[in-house]
Every structure is written in structure tokens, then in C-alpha cells.
């Protein structure tokens, strides 16, 4: 199966029932499959006139209590990120696929990149937080996508899935179960208010529909929902609980992988490149390589290259310019190297192996 | 053992198709790990298109192909740009009435366009011709195997017609070996 | 006319200035709410960004208050997930036709069931008073201030052109007319737009000689032309008058429509 595909159908096992999009290589293929599958499943699949519509629809469609995903690569991204900034402000849960490719602008359609790791971070304005993960296969294409609808539901916050055109695009043997497990938005206890947080800072859900009479506004406002936007203390203390509610749940949210954690040169990597690192130890086993591999890049588990006690360099290799060294800089002492590539091609185990001799 | 296959034509023939079957027989029906990518772009629908699989009776990490040991070639275009460089120790399928050149490496010629069009009566099942003499040649995975792969990815009503094409291609593969 | 029992007490008071036509046109839509006896629980009221679009934060009933220009996509989404909901937008001339113009021609063609409300003061009230898509030729505004240059859209007509089902537009003068119009618009299966033309005393008045709320509500009064009256004129070769624009009922149509609740 091909990796897009089983992005769409790890949203229809995690109970997805509505998708909105616009078509973009390398990214069509979800929509195309969501388009197949979803009416047949009693959901809705619509076409939007462009990426702004295509976010703002999924959450129309998710304030109703839909489960909700949009999909697109790196023009279409930039357009969302209007719309991806009201659904942190108004803790809509979403799902936003991303399938990079080369950029900036139209840069190269049809080859992979990495390049969009901060911008779904940091792309909307103001102070917030969210979530993204990374996909190294097509398994984790189906499994990662169960687990962003779950994380964006637990939280309420828009999620990422951070693809790229290799594992998009890319076919393999992927295991779909029966059932998969996703935790539900935790409703809104009567007697609450629509914005009145719980001790996870997460407010309780109340759909469209019910009769509770919520007010969502993309203003600054109060746990009424009503906007409030000249005092600080009101803006500070929403905003302040955005960016909590994901931050102090970093490990809570951390999925990594550590491999020979007391080596002393350590690779760092997210998505494709992983798989690179992975091929290269297992071409040379060598307890003095060792290897993190983050399948959830935000909100970063700083705590994960602790891990690497006798570590006297991190190399990174990323598919963009380092987008990711610096943040990995900032918690560590030892020089973090970046192996930068863009063009769209993954690093060859060959261009590792010299990496590593170089900076060892 | 790991190995990387790579497909080239023009756009049309079916390239993608083949590495995508290629890869299910493999992953599905021989219990092996496959890859399967592609050069993917307006250029799979003019000029020289590509697929490509990566087999392996190990779980495949590095998933794209770096130097491939097998090639099915079934255009000059394509040879040029994707067969040339084929490392000596590689085995090339070529479709003998298409590419005018021949590697350094082992190959084997297989007339697969013109068996199709003249035998089978559809010049479409060349790509599965070439497969079936693929198959043969090296063995990369179970006949039976690209059977069923082959049924499974081919449009209903079109089943003898892809079976015999396979078939056919076995034979021609066979004979291409013998030489 | 008034139906307290959709407003938010706890809101109050509102934002909008005195002698704003936007109160006029949000008790007109909720009269009509109220007489097609919709419930609390299955309506819901949608808007992008400007004056008109914070209406919905005075209803008791679930609002979504999204980006400027993007209600009609979120609305899309909402109506489109669940057809149950009744659906309402409220929106401006800036909102609509400028930053949301291709959701608005869009949404018209889709035909999406759903009211939409655009009060058109023909000025971008709540940033203080600039030009817009519906600023009239030779306005003064505070990016116009050698009058405006540009042509000005036809909303309605472009609702009718673009698709919609029910398409009508009124004054903020003409209360009883409006209220029937935004009734039936919600009756219509598909998409209903309803402009208004209402007063901006504050940003388009002072700076048009229209200095006080009864000259600019007599204005809309008198520059509004019956769409029978003025295809009479057309028919009979007569000239139409400088400076009109038609009200009433534009199209009332059965096009396939989207979202329409079973």
C-alpha cells in the first residue's frame, strides 16, 4: 500500500468522518482516497476552493464533533496557517497532514523535503503550541495518523503529521488491525464552562448542537468564551495555558526511539532519514553509534537526548537547511552537526558513513 | 539478500505498474520486504519513466535504491537515462525491439512489445510480458507468487489475457537464458 | 419585532455605535428565527471579522466567530458535518466581497443550505472607516480621501450570478420587508443571501455630508428602487435614476443544493 493511502485509512480506522481539501502533489493521493472511502462510510469528503476554506471547513466540521483532517504540502500549508492559529486559539481539534516538498513556494512538486518543521511550529502568529509527528514508513503513515487524531482529541489542539513525499509516495507491507484505539474528547461537565480549563488545562468539549450555547472566538476571551481583549491578565493567562497544556505534557506525548544509548557519537532524526541511520548501523554494528529517532518532533522531548550520557556530538541529518539543530542545540552542550540535504533526495548510508568518520 | 530492481520505459508502458507488482508479489505473496518508489512527475507521462523496488528477506531500512543489481528496461530513453550506468555485475531485461543499446552487464534480450501486440493481440500486456521473463531469468520472486500479484493489480475482465501475457513472458525468459 | 430570548444579557452592552443599522438587521434575523421556530440546540450562528461578524457573540446559541473573510468556509464545514444544524452567517461588505470573495461565489455555487446575512455599510467600519469592495465611485473614506476610484461590487447580483438559491436585498430601513425576506431565504432549501444595505453614521455618514442617522436611513430609503419598478422602467425605455439600486426579491430557484437537512 502506498503511504498516502494508509495515512486516509489510519484516519478511517481512527473514526475520521470528515475531509476537507484541496488537491496538491505529493499529497492528492489522501484526498483521492478519502474521497473513495469516506461516503461510503457515512462521512463527508469535500473539495474547497483552496487551502483557506479546506482548514476553516474541517473546523466548521470538527465543532460539530466530527473528527476532522485536511491534507496538503507546502503552498497549501502556508495558506492554512491563518486558520491553523484560530483552531490553537479556539482548542479545535484537528488533524493536518503535511506531505513536504521541496521549497519555498513551488519549489520541487514532486520531490521530498523537510522543510516545513518550523512553520508548522511557529508558522501562525502569536504564542502557541501544538503537536507533529514524523512518519519514517508507510506503517507508521496508518499508525501515526490513529495517533495524531488521538493526541489532538486528548489535547485539543490542531495536530500535525509532518510527511514528506518519500513515505507518501513510497509502497510497502503495512499490518491495518481491526480496531484501534483513540480516546475520546473529554465532554463538557455540566455546570462547566465552555473555556474553564481542568487540572490538565484541557476544557471540556461540548459540540455544536446541544443546546449549551458555546461562543467560539478566535479573540482573546474568557472561560465563557467571550471575548475579553484589553486586559493583559485575560491574555496572559489563555495564552499561558495553550502553550501549557502541550508543554508540560511533554512526556506524556514523547514517542522516540533510543538505540546504544551509551555512544559517544549520536545521530539525531525524524522521518526518512532515519532509515538511512538505521541501514548504516546495521551495515556496521558499532556500539559507539548511537541513534535517537523522534516520531513526535513538537512538542520537542528535550529530555530524550539526556538519555545519551557519554555523547560527545549529535549529527543531524534533515532533508532542509538544519531546522531542527538548533532546538537540539539549545538542550545540549556537546556540537550538534547538521548533515543538511535538500534537492529531494534522502542521504545515502554512503554520505552517513562519511559523516560520521568526519566528525568522530 | 537485499536487491534493488529497477524498471524504465516511456509513459504508458505500465513501468510503475510493473514495480508495484514486483513489490506485492514479493511483500504479499513471498513473505520477503519490499519497497517500491518512483520517479513521480510529468515526466512519468512523456518522456523516460521509472519504478523501482527494493527486495529483501530482512525488513528494509534504507528504502530507496542506490545501485540497482536488476534492471527491465523498455525504451532507448530509458536506457539512457536510468540503464547506462548499470554496475557490471548487474542483469538487465531488455525489450530487444526498443532499446537499441546493449550494457556491459549480463542481459537478456526479450522481444515482450512485439510478442504482445503480435501474439497476445494487445500491445498494453508488455509490461507483464517483461515481468514474466523477469521472473524467470532471475528467480527475484516465486512464479507463483507474481501470479497472484499480477491478478490482483490488473482490471477485472483482463485476467486470461495478463496470465497468458505472464505466462508467455516465462517462456520468452526461459529462452533469453538459454542463449 | 424583538426576541429577548436569543440575547446574550451578559453580553451587553454591545459594541456597535449609536445609530448603527447592524442591531436593526440582527433583530430582523432573529424575528425570523423565531418565526420559523427554530430551537436553541439546532442553530447556529457563523461570522468572519468586522462589525457586522460579531452579532452572533450577542446570541444565546452556538456561534462560531471565526477569520476575516472566512466564515462562509467554516459555515461550509459545520453544515456540511452535520445537516441537522439550522445555519446562519452573518457578514460584511469588507468580510464577503473583499478577503472573501471566492468563498462567497464558491459557497453560492455549492449552494450549501444555509442564511446568509451581509450587512453592507459599504465602508471597513471597525478599522475606522476605509475603503471597500462596496464603497461607492467618488465616496469619501479614510483610503479614498480624493473620493473612490474603483467600481463597486453588486453583491446580490453576484449571489445571483454565482448560484444561490433565494437571493434578496433590503434596507435597514425596510424592517418588515427584511424580516419576510431572511424568513423566506431560510425557508429555501440551498443557499440564501440577504444584503443590507445599512448606515455607517460614525465612518461613512460623517465624511459622505450624511451627518446624521435619519439623512443616511432617508437615503437608503430613497435611493432604493423596487426590482418591479425598475424592470418596468427598462421596459418601457425609461431611464433609471442616478445613484439607485434595486431591492426586493432577485431569484427564488430550486438549483441542487447541498447540505439541505433529510
Known amino acids: ?360 | 539478500m537485499r536487491h534493488e530492481v529497477r524498471f524504465s520505459g516511456y509513459g504508458g508502458q505500465g513501468i510503475i505498474l510493473s514495480a508495484v507488482i514486483l513489490g506485492r508479489a514479493a511483500a504479499l505473496y513471498d513473505d520477503k520486504y519490499a519497497v517500491q518508489t518512483q520517479v513521480y512527475g510529468p515526466e512519468a507521462r512523456g518522456g523516460a519513466s521509472m519504478g523501482q523496488v527494493v527486495i529483501d528477506d530482512a525488513p528494509i531500512l534504507y528504502p530507496e535504491v542506490a545501485d540497482p543489481d536488476i534492471y527491465v528496461i523498455m525504451s532507448q530513453q530509458g536506457f539512457e537515462k536510468y540503464g547506462v550506468r548499470a554496475r557490471p555485475d548487474a542483469v538487465m531485461v531488455l525489450d530487444a525491439d526498443l532499446v537499441r543499446s546493449r550494457p556491459a552487464c549480463r542481459h537478456h534480450e526479450v522481444p515482450a512489445t512485439a510478442e504482445a501486440k503480435e501474439n497476445l493481440g494487445r500491445e498494453i500486456v508488455a509490461n507483464i510480458v517483461m515481468i514474466g521473463a523477469l521472473v524467470a531469468a532471475t528467480g527475484i520472486v516465486s512464479r507463483e507468487a507474481i501470479e497472484r500479484a499480477v491478478l490482483d493489480s490488473v482490471p477485472r475482465g483482463t485476467e486470461d489475457l495478463n496470465l497468458r501475457a505472464l505466462k508467455r513472458g516465462f517462456e520468452l525468459g526461459e529462452r533469453a537464458c538459454n542463449l | 419585532m424583538i426576541a429577548p430570548d436569543w440575547f446574550r444579557e451578559d453580553r451587553l452592552p454591545h459594541i456597535y455605535c449609536t445609530g448603527c443599522g447592524n442591531g436593526t438587521v440582527l433583530n430582523c434575523t432573529l424575528a425570523a428565527v423565531e418565526e420559523m421556530g427554530w430551537e436553541r440546540s439546532e442553530t447556529a450562528f457563523i461570522s468572519g471579522i468586522g462589525c457586522s461578524s460579531r452579532a452572533p457573540g450577542y446570541i444565546l446559541a452556538d456561534s462560531l466567530h471565526t477569520t476575516h473573510g472566512r466564515a462562509l468556509a467554516f459555515a461550509t464545514g459545520v453544515k456540511m458535518a452535520k445537516p441537522d444544524l439550522n445555519v446562519v452567517v452573518f457578514t460584511g461588505d469588507g468580510d464577503l466581497a473583499a478577503i472573501g470573495g471566492n468563498h462567497f461565489i464558491h459557497a453560492c455555487r455549492r449552494n450549501v443550505d444555509m442564511t446568509v446575512v451581509c450587512m453592507n455599510n459599504q465602508i471597513y467600519g471597525m478599522t475606522g472607516g476605509q475603503g471597500s469592495p462596496t464603497t461607492p465611485l467618488g465616496a469619501i473614506s479614510t483610503t479614498t480621501p480624493y473620493g473612490a476610484s474603483e467600481p463597486a461590487f453588486d453583491l446580490a447580483e453576484l449571489a445571483v450570478a454565482a448560484g444561490a438559491n433565494y437571493v434578496a436585498r433590503w434596507t435597514s430601513y425596510h424592517v418588515k420587508e427584511l424580516t419576510r425576506a431572511v424568513t423566506t431565504g431560510m425557508q429555501t432549501p440551498g443557499l440564501a443571501f440577504i444584503e443590507v444595505r445599512t448606515q455607517c453614521p460614525t465612518n461613512y455618514g460623517r465624511h459622505n455630508k450624511l451627518r446624521s442617522v435619519p439623512a443616511m436611513i432617508e437615503h437608503l430609503r430613497s435611493h432604493a428602487m423596487l426590482v418591479e419598478k425598475r424592470d418596468r422602467l427598462a421596459r418601457e425605455g425609461r431611464p433609471i435614476p442616478e445613484g439607485t439600486f434595486t431591492v426586493g426579491e432577485l431569484v427564488r430557484r430550486n438549483r441542487p443544493a447541498m447540505g439541505v437537512k433529510q
Open chain 1, 1 to 360: 500500500m502506498q503511504g498516502n493511502a494508509a495515512c486516509a485509512e489510519g484516519a478511517l480506522a481512527a473514526g475520521c468522518r470528515f475531509f476537507g481539501g484541496y488537491p496538491i502533489t505529493p499529497s492528492t493521493e489522501i484526498a483521492e482516497t478519502m474521497a473513495r472511502r469516506l461516503p461510503k462510510m457515512g462521512g463527508v469528503f469535500i473539495s474547497m476552493e483552496d487551502e483557506l476554506a479546506s482548514i476553516a471547513a474541517v473546523i466548521g466540521a470538527a465543532w460539530t464533533g466530527a473528527r476532522a483532517m485536511t491534507a496538503t504540502s507546502g503552498p497549501g500549508f502556508s495558506l492554512m496557517m491563518e486558520n491553523i492559529g484560530y483552531a490553537a486559539m479556539t482548542e479545535t481539534p484537528c488533524v493536518i497532514v503535511n506531505v513536504q516538498r521541496g521549497g519555498p513556494s513551488t519549489g520541487q512538486p514532486t520531490r521530498a523535503a523537510q522543510g516545513d518543521m518550523l512553520q508548522c511550529r511557529f508558522g501562525s502568529h502569536g504564542d502557541y503550541s501544538i503537536i507533529a509527528l514524523t512518519p519514517n514508513s508507510v506503517q507508521e503513515m496508518f499508525d501515526l495518523t490513529v495517533k495524531a487524531f488521538d493526541l489532538a482529541d486528548r489535547f485539543r489542539v490542531p495536530t500535525f503529521l509532518m510527511a514528506d513525499e518519500i513515505v507518501g509516495h513510497m509502497r510497502e507491507r503495512v499490518t491495518i488491525p481491526d480496531a484501534v484505539d483513540v480516546t475520546s474528547r473529554r465532554p463538557l461537565a455540566e455546570g462547566c464552562l465552555p473555556f474553564e480549563a481542568g487540572n490538565d488545562g484541557v476544557p471540556g468539549f461540548a459540540p455544536f448542537g446541544l443546546g449549551r450555547s458555546v461562543h467560539v472566538t478566535g479573540l482573546t476571551h474568557d472561560e465563557r468564551g467571550y471575548p475579553d481583549t484589553t486586559d493583559p491578565g485575560a491574555h496572559d493567562r489563555l495564552v499561558r495555558r495553550l502553550v501549557a497544556k502541550v508543554e508540560s505534557a511533554r512526556r506524556d506525548i514523547a514517542d522516540y526511539e533510543v538505540t546504544n544509548p551509551d555512544a559517544e557519537t549520536v545521530f539525531v532524526t525524524y522521518g526518512p532519514p532515519s532509515r538511512t541511520v538505521e541501514q548504516v548501523m546495521r551495515d556496521r554494528p558499532d556500539d559507539s553509534i548511537g541513534h535517537l529517532r523522534l516520531r513526535v518532533v513538537w512538542p520537542f522531548p528535550e529530555f530524550a537526548l539526556q538519555e545519551f550520557g557519554n555523547a560527545k556530538v549529535f549529527l543531524m541529518p534533515e532533508l532542509n537547511m538544519g531546522q531542527m539543530v538548533r532546538e537540539v542545540q539549545r538542550h545540549v552542550d556537546q556540537p550538534v552537526i547538521p548533515l543538511e540535504k535538500i534537492g529531494g533526495e534522502l542521504h545515502t548510508p554512503a554520505e552517513l558513513v562519511r559523516a560520521l568518520e568526519a566528525h568522530r
